[in-house]
């Protein structure tokens, strides 16, 4: 099983390459905004968890983000892989996602990250939410957002880099561009 993690700052691009990976190599797109979303909508158990904490103003702690996960894996065993959007997010998340693949003769494959200048990735954001009508996407939140993510993903960039599992890849270009980038990254021989 190939279990392939896609970083990347906000705007960079990633979810939209996370599902043209999936779709071309037969894996599996893991969200974990997605699945809360759904567990939430569908009223299970689990989404019940979510949606107490969601409702308490309260961040989704790790250990129900790995529970989460695991029963992703355990309930898709036929899959050939899996591409993990937006997690893990901090180096705790990246250790209990080691642990629990672990636990389940699995292990991450590769982790790539998708490079794009601030000044780019503002642009996109910016656009986006004047698309989305997103007010409260004004420049400043978005530049903290960016502060956010490279004060938390540095950590897991450098823990992946001690296993020789991460590599980076250029994400400015049109979409298809960097999608071949990426498939040439995860399978040079392509």
Known sequence: MFN????????????TQAIKIAEK????????GDILRAEV???????????AVMEAGQLVSD??????????????????????DGFPRTLKQAKELDAMLAKLGQKVSLVLSLEV????LIKRLLNRAREQGRKDDT??????RLV??????????????EQKLFKDVYGVGNIDEIFVKLCETI???L
């Open 4 to 15: 392939l993690i896609l970083f990347g700052p906000p705007g960079a691009g990633k979810g």
């Open 25 to 32: 190599f037969g894996w599996k797109h893991v969200s974990t």
């Open 41 to 51: 909508a569908q009223g299970t158990p689990l989404g019940l968890k979510v949606k």
């Open 63 to 84: 250990e129900l983000l790995i529970e989460i996960m695991e029963s992703v894996f355990v309930n898709n065993k036929t899959i050939k892989g899996f591409v993990l």
């Open 117 to 120: 200048n601030e000044e780019e």
């Open 139 to 144: 420049e400043e939140v978005i530049k903290n």
């Open 148 to 161: 956010q993510y490279h004060n938390h993903t540095k950590p897991l960039i450098d823990y992946y880099k």
């Open 187 to 189: 399978f040079p021989s």
